[in-house]
Protein backbone atom coordinates (compact mmCIF):
# COMPACT_ATOMS: atom_id res chain seq x y z
CA UNK A 1 0.00 0.00 0.00
CA UNK A 2 1.13 3.33 -1.00
CA UNK A 3 0.25 6.35 1.34
CA UNK A 4 -1.99 9.56 -0.18
CA UNK A 5 -1.44 12.80 -1.13
CA UNK A 6 -4.79 14.09 -0.28
CA UNK A 7 -8.07 13.17 0.45
CA UNK A 8 -10.41 11.00 -1.89
CA UNK A 9 -12.01 14.25 -3.30
CA UNK A 10 -9.05 15.65 -4.20
CA UNK A 11 -7.30 13.01 -6.11
CA UNK A 12 -10.15 12.35 -8.06
CA UNK A 13 -9.56 15.37 -9.68
CA UNK A 14 -5.96 16.20 -9.22
CA UNK A 15 -4.43 12.58 -8.78
CA UNK A 16 -1.50 11.83 -10.93
CA UNK A 17 -1.02 15.54 -11.38
CA UNK A 18 2.19 17.70 -10.98
CA UNK A 19 1.06 20.40 -9.11
CA UNK A 20 4.32 22.62 -9.73
CA UNK A 21 3.87 26.36 -11.76
CA UNK A 22 4.46 25.35 -14.91
CA UNK A 23 2.96 26.39 -18.94
CA UNK A 24 1.38 24.19 -19.72
CA UNK A 25 -2.19 22.61 -20.99
CA UNK A 26 -4.51 21.88 -17.55
CA UNK A 27 -6.56 18.77 -19.26
CA UNK A 28 -4.97 15.75 -19.93
CA UNK A 29 -3.53 16.14 -23.92
CA UNK A 30 -4.67 13.15 -26.08
CA UNK A 31 -1.60 11.43 -27.52
CA UNK A 32 -4.16 10.13 -30.49
CA UNK A 33 -1.04 7.99 -32.37
CA UNK A 34 -0.18 4.33 -33.01
CA UNK A 35 3.56 5.24 -32.85
CA UNK A 36 5.94 7.09 -32.10
CA UNK A 37 8.92 8.42 -34.35
CA UNK A 38 12.67 8.99 -32.66
CA UNK A 39 15.66 10.65 -34.67
CA UNK A 40 18.08 7.39 -34.77
CA UNK A 41 18.29 3.59 -33.56
CA UNK A 42 20.10 4.50 -30.26
CA UNK A 43 16.84 6.44 -29.50
CA UNK A 44 15.02 3.23 -30.68
CA UNK A 45 16.12 1.60 -28.21
CA UNK A 46 15.91 3.97 -25.08
CA UNK A 47 12.05 4.29 -26.18
CA UNK A 48 11.24 0.44 -25.64
CA UNK A 49 11.22 0.91 -22.36
CA UNK A 50 9.02 4.26 -22.09
CA UNK A 51 5.37 5.45 -22.85
CA UNK A 52 6.39 6.61 -26.30
CA UNK A 53 7.69 4.07 -28.25
CA UNK A 54 4.06 2.38 -29.76
CA UNK A 55 0.89 2.67 -28.24
CA UNK A 56 0.41 -0.98 -27.50
CA UNK A 57 3.19 -1.00 -25.22
CA UNK A 58 2.13 2.39 -23.31
CA UNK A 59 1.00 6.13 -24.12
CA UNK A 60 1.96 9.46 -22.33
CA UNK A 61 -2.09 9.39 -21.84
CA UNK A 62 -2.54 6.24 -20.73
CA UNK A 63 0.07 7.37 -18.10
CA UNK A 64 -1.52 9.86 -17.13
CA UNK A 65 -4.62 8.23 -16.01
CA UNK A 66 -2.85 5.58 -14.77
CA UNK A 67 -0.81 7.34 -12.24
CA UNK A 68 -3.97 8.76 -11.15
CA UNK A 69 -5.84 5.67 -10.26
CA UNK A 70 -2.93 4.60 -8.72
CA UNK A 71 -2.96 7.69 -6.45
CA UNK A 72 -6.45 6.98 -5.96
CA UNK A 73 -6.49 3.19 -4.78
CA UNK A 74 -3.25 4.04 -3.04
CA UNK A 75 -1.01 1.37 -5.33
CA UNK A 76 2.12 1.51 -6.76
CA UNK A 77 1.16 1.53 -10.32
CA UNK A 78 -2.13 0.85 -12.20
CA UNK A 79 -2.60 -0.17 -15.82
CA UNK A 80 -5.57 0.79 -17.98
CA UNK A 81 -7.28 -2.08 -20.71
CA UNK A 82 -9.84 -1.80 -23.41
CA UNK A 83 -12.70 -3.24 -20.54
CA UNK A 84 -12.92 -5.09 -17.57
CA UNK A 85 -12.72 -8.27 -18.68
CA UNK A 86 -9.93 -7.59 -20.11
CA UNK A 87 -8.45 -6.36 -17.47
CA UNK A 88 -9.75 -9.39 -15.34
CA UNK A 89 -8.26 -12.03 -18.07
CA UNK A 90 -4.90 -10.16 -18.36
CA UNK A 91 -4.37 -10.21 -14.67
CA UNK A 92 -5.05 -13.72 -14.18
CA UNK A 93 -2.83 -14.77 -16.89
CA UNK A 94 -0.37 -13.24 -16.13
CA UNK A 95 -0.22 -14.34 -12.12
CA UNK A 96 -1.16 -17.80 -13.49
CA UNK A 97 0.48 -20.52 -15.54
CA UNK A 98 -1.03 -24.45 -16.14
CA UNK A 99 -1.03 -26.56 -13.52
CA UNK A 100 -1.90 -23.89 -11.02
CA UNK A 101 -5.16 -23.42 -9.18
CA UNK A 102 -7.64 -20.72 -8.03
CA UNK A 103 -9.62 -20.20 -5.25
CA UNK A 104 -12.70 -17.97 -5.86
CA UNK A 105 -15.65 -17.06 -3.68
CA UNK A 106 -18.63 -18.30 -5.88
CA UNK A 107 -20.23 -14.83 -6.43
CA UNK A 108 -18.64 -12.95 -8.46
CA UNK A 109 -19.54 -11.95 -11.77
CA UNK A 110 -20.40 -13.89 -14.55
CA UNK A 111 -18.27 -13.66 -17.08
CA UNK A 112 -15.70 -14.20 -14.19
CA UNK A 113 -17.24 -17.12 -14.03
CA UNK A 114 -17.59 -18.44 -17.10
CA UNK A 115 -13.53 -17.48 -17.97
CA UNK A 116 -12.27 -19.39 -14.83
CA UNK A 117 -15.19 -22.41 -14.48
CA UNK A 118 -15.02 -23.29 -18.53
CA UNK A 119 -12.29 -21.33 -20.45
CA UNK A 120 -9.02 -21.63 -18.19
CA UNK A 121 -9.85 -25.53 -17.03
CA UNK A 122 -9.50 -25.58 -21.13
CA UNK A 123 -5.89 -24.41 -20.46
CA UNK A 124 -5.11 -26.56 -17.09
CA UNK A 125 -5.68 -24.35 -14.95
CA UNK A 126 -8.28 -25.22 -12.65
CA UNK A 127 -10.47 -22.92 -9.75
CA UNK A 128 -12.82 -24.10 -7.05
CA UNK A 129 -15.72 -21.58 -5.89
CA UNK A 130 -16.35 -21.11 -2.19
CA UNK A 131 -19.29 -20.05 -0.37
CA UNK A 132 -18.55 -15.97 -0.57
CA UNK A 133 -18.83 -15.53 3.33
CA UNK A 134 -17.92 -18.93 4.70
CA UNK A 135 -13.93 -18.54 5.01
CA UNK A 136 -13.59 -21.49 6.44
CA UNK A 137 -13.92 -22.93 3.20
CA UNK A 138 -11.28 -20.85 1.52
CA UNK A 139 -8.90 -21.79 3.59
CA UNK A 140 -10.02 -25.63 3.36
CA UNK A 141 -10.13 -25.19 -0.11
CA UNK A 142 -6.70 -24.12 -0.63
CA UNK A 143 -4.11 -26.86 -2.22
CA UNK A 144 -0.04 -26.96 -2.72
CA UNK A 145 -0.51 -25.43 -6.27
CA UNK A 146 -2.82 -22.72 -5.59
CA UNK A 147 -1.65 -19.23 -6.54
CA UNK A 148 -5.00 -16.99 -6.38
CA UNK A 149 -7.68 -15.74 -4.38
CA UNK A 150 -10.43 -14.07 -6.56
CA UNK A 151 -12.51 -11.90 -4.52
CA UNK A 152 -15.28 -9.67 -5.16
CA UNK A 153 -17.05 -7.27 -2.75
CA UNK A 154 -19.16 -5.70 -2.99
CA UNK A 155 -21.14 -8.81 -5.21
CA UNK A 156 -22.64 -8.37 -7.92
CA UNK A 157 -25.91 -8.71 -7.93
CA UNK A 158 -26.53 -9.82 -4.73
CA UNK A 159 -24.17 -7.46 -2.91
CA UNK A 160 -22.95 -9.75 -0.11
CA UNK A 161 -19.60 -8.23 1.55
CA UNK A 162 -16.47 -9.83 2.12
CA UNK A 163 -14.45 -9.38 5.24
CA UNK A 164 -10.75 -8.25 3.52
CA UNK A 165 -8.40 -8.30 6.19
CA UNK A 166 -9.91 -12.31 6.63
CA UNK A 167 -9.41 -13.33 3.42
CA UNK A 168 -6.07 -11.39 3.35
CA UNK A 169 -4.67 -13.27 5.93
CA UNK A 170 -5.24 -16.58 4.96
CA UNK A 171 -4.08 -15.76 1.38
CA UNK A 172 -1.05 -14.36 3.44
CA UNK A 173 -0.99 -18.18 5.49
CA UNK A 174 -1.04 -19.91 2.32
CA UNK A 175 1.68 -16.92 0.08
CA UNK A 176 -1.23 -16.58 -2.16
CA UNK A 177 -1.98 -13.49 -4.06
CA UNK A 178 -5.09 -11.60 -3.91
CA UNK A 179 -6.74 -10.01 -6.35
CA UNK A 180 -10.29 -7.96 -5.82
CA UNK A 181 -12.71 -6.58 -8.36
CA UNK A 182 -13.93 -3.88 -6.30
CA UNK A 183 -15.86 -2.34 -9.30
CA UNK A 184 -18.65 -1.93 -7.30
CA UNK A 185 -17.18 -0.28 -4.33
CA UNK A 186 -14.95 2.36 -6.56
CA UNK A 187 -11.83 3.58 -5.07
CA UNK A 188 -14.33 6.50 -3.03
CA UNK A 189 -15.96 3.74 -1.31
CA UNK A 190 -13.38 1.28 -0.61
CA UNK A 191 -9.72 1.02 -0.81
CA UNK A 192 -8.89 -2.76 -0.41
CA UNK A 193 -5.06 -2.20 -0.78
CA UNK A 194 -5.51 -0.48 2.78
CA UNK A 195 -6.40 -4.25 3.92
CA UNK A 196 -3.05 -5.65 2.40
CA UNK A 197 -4.97 -6.95 -1.02
CA UNK A 198 -2.43 -7.26 -3.99
CA UNK A 199 -4.32 -6.59 -6.90
CA UNK A 200 -7.36 -4.52 -7.34
CA UNK A 201 -9.13 -4.79 -10.29
CA UNK A 202 -12.21 -2.66 -11.91
CA UNK A 203 -14.45 -2.61 -14.73
CA UNK A 204 -13.99 1.21 -15.18
CA UNK A 205 -16.60 1.45 -17.94
CA UNK A 206 -18.89 1.79 -14.70
CA UNK A 207 -18.11 4.55 -12.09
CA UNK A 208 -14.71 5.41 -12.98
CA UNK A 209 -16.03 6.41 -16.44
CA UNK A 210 -19.16 7.23 -15.43
CA UNK A 211 -21.20 8.22 -18.43
CA UNK A 212 -22.23 5.18 -19.79
CA UNK A 213 -19.95 5.93 -23.06
CA UNK A 214 -16.95 3.95 -22.81
CA UNK A 215 -15.59 0.38 -22.01
CA UNK A 216 -12.05 0.01 -20.10
CA UNK A 217 -11.00 -1.40 -17.79
CA UNK A 218 -8.13 -1.17 -14.87
CA UNK A 219 -5.92 -3.48 -12.90
CA UNK A 220 -4.09 -1.10 -9.58
CA UNK A 221 -1.50 -2.92 -7.46
CA UNK A 222 2.01 -3.64 -6.15
CA UNK A 223 5.06 -2.41 -8.48
CA UNK A 224 6.40 -5.84 -8.87
CA UNK A 225 2.86 -7.57 -9.92
CA UNK A 226 1.91 -4.46 -12.35
CA UNK A 227 5.24 -4.83 -14.32
CA UNK A 228 4.18 -8.67 -14.95
CA UNK A 229 0.44 -8.03 -15.96
CA UNK A 230 2.21 -5.12 -18.34
CA UNK A 231 4.06 -7.35 -19.84
CA UNK A 232 1.11 -9.84 -20.47
CA UNK A 233 -0.98 -7.17 -21.38
CA UNK A 234 1.73 -6.00 -24.10
CA UNK A 235 1.69 -9.43 -25.38
CA UNK A 236 -2.07 -10.18 -25.50
CA UNK A 237 -2.16 -6.74 -26.85
CA UNK A 238 -5.89 -5.51 -24.95
CA UNK A 239 -5.08 -2.17 -24.68
CA UNK A 240 -7.12 1.53 -24.06
CA UNK A 241 -7.52 3.68 -27.30
CA UNK A 242 -6.12 6.96 -25.95
CA UNK A 243 -8.86 8.94 -26.75
CA UNK A 244 -11.01 7.00 -24.43
CA UNK A 245 -8.45 7.36 -21.60
CA UNK A 246 -8.45 11.10 -22.12
CA UNK A 247 -12.42 10.24 -21.62
CA UNK A 248 -11.68 7.90 -18.31
CA UNK A 249 -9.75 10.54 -16.64
CA UNK A 250 -12.31 13.15 -17.25
CA UNK A 251 -15.15 11.12 -15.99
CA UNK A 252 -12.80 10.56 -12.95
CA UNK A 253 -12.70 14.22 -12.49
CA UNK A 254 -16.26 14.05 -10.75
CA UNK A 255 -16.20 10.37 -9.41
CA UNK A 256 -16.23 11.39 -5.67
CA UNK A 257 -19.41 13.96 -6.93
CA UNK A 258 -21.33 11.21 -8.46
CA UNK A 259 -20.35 8.66 -5.69
CA UNK A 260 -21.77 10.77 -2.96
CA UNK A 261 -24.64 10.95 -4.54
CA UNK A 262 -25.35 7.72 -5.66
CA UNK A 263 -24.64 5.95 -1.93
CA UNK A 264 -26.94 8.83 -0.24
CA UNK A 265 -30.12 7.92 -3.00
CA UNK A 266 -29.54 4.03 -3.49
CA UNK A 267 -29.87 3.90 0.48
CA UNK A 268 -32.74 6.22 0.64
CA UNK A 269 -34.77 3.22 -2.69
CA UNK A 270 -33.34 0.49 -0.30
CA UNK A 271 -34.85 1.74 2.68
CA UNK A 272 -38.26 2.47 0.92
CA UNK A 273 -38.68 -0.56 -1.16
CA UNK A 274 -37.21 -3.04 2.39
CA UNK A 275 -40.81 -1.79 3.42
CA UNK A 276 -42.70 -2.26 0.56
CA UNK A 277 -45.68 -4.89 0.31
CA UNK A 278 -44.52 -6.49 -3.08
CA UNK A 279 -40.79 -6.55 -2.09
CA UNK A 280 -39.72 -9.42 -0.23
CA UNK A 281 -35.81 -8.70 0.26
CA UNK A 282 -33.62 -5.85 -0.07
CA UNK A 283 -29.72 -6.43 -1.04
CA UNK A 284 -27.72 -3.03 0.10
CA UNK A 285 -24.92 -3.04 2.00
CA UNK A 286 -26.01 -0.33 4.55
CA UNK A 287 -29.17 -1.01 4.90
CA UNK A 288 -30.24 -1.64 8.62
CA UNK A 289 -31.17 -5.61 8.05
CA UNK A 290 -27.90 -6.29 5.97
CA UNK A 291 -26.05 -9.25 7.28
CA UNK A 292 -23.16 -7.78 6.74
CA UNK A 293 -23.59 -4.41 7.96
CA UNK A 294 -21.46 -4.12 10.86
CA UNK A 295 -18.58 -5.25 8.45
CA UNK A 296 -19.74 -2.93 5.75
CA UNK A 297 -19.18 0.27 7.72
CA UNK A 298 -15.96 -0.71 8.72
CA UNK A 299 -14.11 -1.43 5.59
CA UNK A 300 -16.79 1.07 3.21
CA UNK A 301 -17.30 4.69 3.36
CA UNK A 302 -20.52 4.59 1.09
CA UNK A 303 -22.84 1.40 0.37
CA UNK A 304 -22.61 2.56 -3.50
CA UNK A 305 -24.91 2.90 -5.77
CA UNK A 306 -26.30 -0.55 -6.60
CA UNK A 307 -29.12 -2.33 -4.98
CA UNK A 308 -31.34 -5.41 -5.76
CA UNK A 309 -34.61 -6.68 -4.79
CA UNK A 310 -36.82 -9.79 -4.91
CA UNK A 311 -40.28 -9.11 -6.14
CA UNK A 312 -43.06 -10.87 -4.16
CA UNK A 313 -44.26 -12.59 -7.11
CA UNK A 314 -42.82 -14.40 -10.55
CA UNK A 315 -40.14 -13.80 -12.63
CA UNK A 316 -42.78 -12.47 -15.00
CA UNK A 317 -43.38 -9.92 -12.81
CA UNK A 318 -39.99 -8.65 -12.26
CA UNK A 319 -39.78 -8.55 -15.97
CA UNK A 320 -43.23 -6.89 -15.76
CA UNK A 321 -41.67 -4.30 -13.31
CA UNK A 322 -38.47 -3.39 -14.78
CA UNK A 323 -40.22 -2.47 -18.28
CA UNK A 324 -42.63 -0.35 -16.71
CA UNK A 325 -40.13 1.38 -15.28
CA UNK A 326 -39.38 5.14 -17.17
CA UNK A 327 -36.64 7.00 -15.35
CA UNK A 328 -34.70 3.62 -14.63
CA UNK A 329 -33.60 2.34 -18.21
CA UNK A 330 -33.22 -1.15 -19.25
CA UNK A 331 -30.00 -1.96 -19.71
CA UNK A 332 -27.12 -4.19 -18.29
CA UNK A 333 -24.60 -1.76 -17.26
CA UNK A 334 -24.54 0.31 -13.89
CA UNK A 335 -22.44 3.03 -12.43
CA UNK A 336 -23.59 5.66 -15.20
CA UNK A 337 -25.12 9.01 -13.93
CA UNK A 338 -28.28 7.75 -15.50
CA UNK A 339 -30.39 4.87 -13.34
CA UNK A 340 -30.21 1.37 -14.72
CA UNK A 341 -32.62 -1.64 -14.15
CA UNK A 342 -31.77 -4.91 -15.04
CA UNK A 343 -32.89 -8.73 -14.75
CA UNK A 344 -29.69 -10.84 -13.50
CA UNK A 345 -30.60 -14.16 -14.99
CA UNK A 346 -31.31 -11.94 -18.98
CA UNK A 347 -27.85 -9.97 -18.12
CA UNK A 348 -25.04 -9.94 -16.25
CA UNK A 349 -25.63 -14.11 -15.01
CA UNK A 350 -27.49 -14.77 -18.22
CA UNK A 351 -23.87 -17.06 -19.66
CA UNK A 352 -24.05 -18.83 -16.27
CA UNK A 353 -25.70 -22.44 -15.17
CA UNK A 354 -29.00 -22.61 -13.52
CA UNK A 355 -27.32 -24.30 -10.54
CA UNK A 356 -24.67 -22.09 -10.15
CA UNK A 357 -27.31 -18.95 -10.26
CA UNK A 358 -29.28 -20.61 -7.58
CA UNK A 359 -26.43 -21.36 -4.79
CA UNK A 360 -25.38 -17.41 -5.59
CA UNK A 361 -29.11 -16.88 -4.37
CA UNK A 362 -29.68 -15.10 -8.26
CA UNK A 363 -33.32 -15.94 -8.82
CA UNK A 364 -35.78 -15.11 -11.21
CA UNK A 365 -37.40 -13.10 -9.56
CA UNK A 366 -33.83 -10.59 -8.35
CA UNK A 367 -34.49 -7.00 -9.94
CA UNK A 368 -31.25 -5.43 -9.96
CA UNK A 369 -31.28 -1.47 -9.74
CA UNK A 370 -28.34 1.03 -10.40
CA UNK A 371 -28.96 4.65 -9.18
CA UNK A 372 -27.71 7.21 -10.72
CA UNK A 373 -27.50 10.74 -9.96
CA UNK A 374 -31.17 11.88 -10.83
CA UNK A 375 -33.70 13.39 -8.04
CA UNK A 376 -34.35 10.81 -5.40
CA UNK A 377 -38.15 12.24 -5.27
CA UNK A 378 -38.58 11.29 -9.02
CA UNK A 379 -36.73 8.01 -8.95
CA UNK A 380 -38.61 6.42 -5.93
CA UNK A 381 -41.85 7.52 -7.81
CA UNK A 382 -41.07 5.71 -10.87
CA UNK A 383 -40.47 2.84 -8.75
CA UNK A 384 -43.65 3.17 -6.64
CA UNK A 385 -45.38 3.22 -10.08
CA UNK A 386 -43.86 -0.05 -11.60
CA UNK A 387 -44.74 -1.79 -8.04
CA UNK A 388 -48.58 -0.59 -8.75
CA UNK A 389 -48.78 -1.83 -12.45
CA UNK A 390 -47.29 -5.30 -10.32
CA UNK A 391 -49.59 -5.12 -8.23
CA UNK A 392 -52.97 -4.20 -10.51
CA UNK A 393 -51.98 -6.81 -12.96
CA UNK A 394 -51.59 -9.68 -10.45
CA UNK A 395 -54.86 -8.96 -8.97
CA UNK A 396 -56.32 -8.95 -12.22
CA UNK A 397 -54.72 -12.70 -12.92
CA UNK A 398 -56.12 -13.56 -9.60
CA UNK A 399 -59.53 -12.09 -9.88
CA UNK A 400 -59.39 -13.97 -13.72
C1 LIG B 1 -18.40 -6.46 -11.19
C2 LIG B 1 -18.02 -6.50 -12.64
N1 LIG B 1 -16.77 -6.86 -12.97
C3 LIG B 1 -16.38 -6.91 -14.27
C4 LIG B 1 -17.25 -6.62 -15.30
C5 LIG B 1 -16.77 -6.67 -16.72
O1 LIG B 1 -16.51 -5.36 -17.18
P1 LIG B 1 -16.55 -4.90 -18.71
O2 LIG B 1 -17.98 -5.00 -19.16
O3 LIG B 1 -16.03 -3.50 -18.67
O4 LIG B 1 -15.67 -5.83 -19.48
C6 LIG B 1 -18.56 -6.24 -14.99
C7 LIG B 1 -19.50 -5.93 -16.09
O5 LIG B 1 -20.69 -5.79 -15.92
C8 LIG B 1 -18.96 -6.18 -13.63
O6 LIG B 1 -20.20 -5.83 -13.28
Known amino acids: MKGHRFRPETEAVRGGDHLEKR ?35 GNPTHTAVERALAELEGTDAALLFASGMCAITTTVLAVVKTGDHIVAQRDVYGG ?82 EFGV ?32 RETRTTLGGVMDPHAAFLL ?7 ALRVARQNQTALQIAEHLAHHRKVRAVNYPFLEA ?15 GVLSFEIDG ?52 LIRLSVGIENADDLLADLDQALAVVTRSQQQVAVG
Open 112 to 193: VTKFLSAWLVQRGIETTFVDTTEYDQHARAIRPNTRLLYLESPTNPTLRVVDLAKTVAIARDHDLITLIDSTFATPINQRPA
Open 290 to 304: HPQRALALKQMTGGG
Open 314 to 365: TGEDARRLSESLHLFSLAPSLGGVESLVSIPVLTSHAMISPEHRQKMGVSEQ
Open 23 to 57: NAALAQPIYQTSTFQVTDSDEQLRATSTDMFYTRY
Open 249 to 255: RRGMKTL
Open 198 to 229: DIVVHSGTKYLAGHTDLICGAACGRRDLIDRI
